[in-house]
């Protein structure tokens, strides 16, 4: 089994964890979520399909195995993880991440917290050296802030990771990174998992807002990079960090340029001009590289 995914099947108690660990074993790569649901059996998911786990028995997950696997997944410290609690999941090693859906704890007008959690999506990250090729190609000709545009699951942070390390290794550019879910780099006592890079910085957990202006004042990049841009304090962010000269590498969840020009937190975007190339991942998971301004007529 390969190294990055050594630490997953130990999240899982027994029978669990030796049917996790024979499905990794057997499919590897191609594994790209686990689905876990109170009172459902366990599926795994690839391509857009969830699929039983092998050796299928019939059996259906208890609310208290969600909530072992949770305590497991946080080193068995809750409290020491809430702020990510709050956010919906738990960064994992290796830029794994573990989504959590269960009954909101309330703090005033904020969320504090999940408890009962009712299902689990355990996401696999990948390395996938080359995915980016094109994009990559594309930019050297064309060095001005790119967008990468998928729906969910279609592989838009492994792109961007590859992207991130060819422009560091091959382009010489310094990158400076806001890795707010612990996904792109996957940094562990400040030493990245995943490879960005040997001109890459890498601000860990933070939120991208705060993010941008702190790599800024701090480390005078000349690409900053982020991952899934979705509130409008992420674009305020964006605008202002351009003002600056900085330009952008990140992605954005829409399946098409037409979707992205419905979003109103996008069209901001778009009628402020931060992005000049689009990268569109395509159904079958090649790369559709253009400018922005085409894309979009």
Same mark, same amino acid.
């Given at each position: 089994?390969?190294? @990055?995914?050594? !630490? %997953? &099947?130990?999240?899982?108690? $027994?029978?669990? /964890?030796?049917? #996790? *660990?024979?499905?990794? $074993?057997?499919? !590897?790569? *191609? #594994?790209?979520?686990?689905?876990? /649901? +109170?009172?459902?059996?366990? /599926?795994? =998911?690839a391509g857009g399909r969830e699929l039983p786990l092998p050796r299928e028995g019939g059996e #259906?997950?208890?609310? =208290?195995?969600?909530e072992e696997i949770v305590r497991r997944a946080a080193g068995y410290g809750l409290y020491a993880v809430e702020e990510q609690l709050a956010a919906g999941f738990l960064a994992l090693?290796? !830029?794994?991440?573990?989504?959590l859906c269960g009954t909101a704890v309330r703090s005033g007008e904020g969320l504090r917290s999940l408890r009962d959690f009712q299902?689990?999506?355990? @996401?696999? +990250?990948?390395?996938? &050296? !080359?995915?980016?090729?094109?994009?990559?190609?594309?930019?050297?000709? /064309? &060095?001005v802030s790119t967008l990468i545009l998928g729906p969910p699951g279609s592989g838009k942070t492994t792109v961007l990771r590859d992207? %991130?390390?060819?422009c560091s290794e091959r382009g010489g550019s310094r990158i400076a990174v806001v890795d707010e879910r612990g996904e792109l780099a996957a940094c562990r006592e400040g030493l990245p998992q995943l490879r960005l890079g040997p001109r890459t910085d890498v601000l860990s957990l933070c939120p991208k807002a705060a993010g941008i202006e702190l790599l800024l004042r701090a480390m005078a990049p000349e690409w900053i990079a982020l991952d899934e841009i979705s509130a409008a304090a992420d674009v305020e962010a964006l605008i202002r960090a351009s003002y600056c000269g900085v330009r952008y590498l990140a992605t954005a969840h829409a399946a098409s340029p037409g979707e992205l020009c419905r979003r109103p937190v996008y069209r901001a975007l778009l009628e402020a001009g931060l992005f000049e190339n689009l #990268?569109? %991942?395509?159904?079958? *998971?090649?790369?559709?590289? $253009?400018?922005?301004?085409? +894309?979009v007529e």
């Open positions: 089994m390969d190294k @990055r995914l050594e !630490g %997953i &099947p130990p999240l899982f108690p $027994e029978p669990l /964890r030796g049917r #996790v *660990r024979e499905l990794l $074993e057997q499919k !590897g790569e *191609r #594994v790209e979520e686990l689905r876990l /649901r +109170a009172g459902q059996p366990p /599926r795994w =998911a #259906v997950l208890a609310p =208290a195995l969600l090693p290796y !830029g794994h991440r573990l989504g299902a689990l999506n355990l @996401r696999l +990250a990948r390395e996938r &050296p !080359g995915c980016a090729d094109a994009a990559f190609a594309f930019l050297w000709a /064309r &060095p992207l %991130i390390r060819q #990268v569109l %991942i395509r159904e079958d *998971r090649s790369l559709q590289c $253009e400018e922005l301004q085409d +894309a």
